[in-house]
């Protein structure tokens, strides 16, 4: 649901009261939730992509795939790996290690893990990386610029600079989730 941040208050006891204004009709969710605790998480909007745009990062990755003789999922897992802004470092345990990565690889081809040493005794890093299913705009943009100068660089063909301009300037029509 997008929002704006209209005002911070502060009570006598130190609590805080955040006000948000909607456009969408929140009433029955309201009445719904009034009287209970709820989880909260607010962060900076930003339009999700539009269905064209994934669908463009596919063609072009199979055709890439089929131009280098590899699979189209390791194009895709190489290609996340190379844009920026999608991936954290964690430490954890070594005996937490495996279940981690296995948990997380388990959401999808572009969910990768990497174990890396930790100079913490009995722990090791683990570099996650996140599939494009939970990019932004901006970073499905970078992947698609990825791939496409991917694909240039092989000599396939990619759509005119104006058409893959169309296709960025749908995401911010695209249905909300």
């Not at 009570?11 to 805080?16: M, S």
């Not at 610029?145 to 063909?157: F, K, P, R, Y």
């Not at 893959?164 to 249905?175: C, D």
């Amino acid at each position: 649901m997008i929002a704006k941040l209209r005002d911070l208050t502060l009570t006598r006891d130190g609590n805080q009261i955040v006000s948000l204004e909607l456009k969408a009709d929140f009433t029955e969710r309201f009445d719904a939730l009034k009287d209970g605790d709820v989880n909260v998480e607010i962060k900076k909007y930003r339009p999700r992509r539009s269905l064209d745009a994934n669908a463009y990062c596919w063609v072009l990755i199979h055709k890439l795939a089929e131009a280098l003789s590899m699979d189209p999922a390791d194009v895709y897992r190489h290609a996340i790996r190379e844009i920026g802004g999608v991936s954290k470092i964690i430490c954890v345990s070594e005996d937490d290690a495996e279940t981690v990565a296995r948990c997380w690889s388990s959401r999808g081809i572009g969910w990768q893990v990497e174990q890396m040493p930790s100079k913490l005794p009995g722990c090791v890093n683990l570099m996650l990386w996140l599939g494009s299913s939970e990019y932004d705009t901006k970073q499905m943009s970078d992947l698609i610029d990825a791939i496409i100068q991917d694909c240039q660089a092989v000599g396939i063909e990619t759509d005119t600079p104006d058409e893959i301009e169309r296709i960025k300037s749908l995401w911010g029509t695209a249905p909300e989730r």
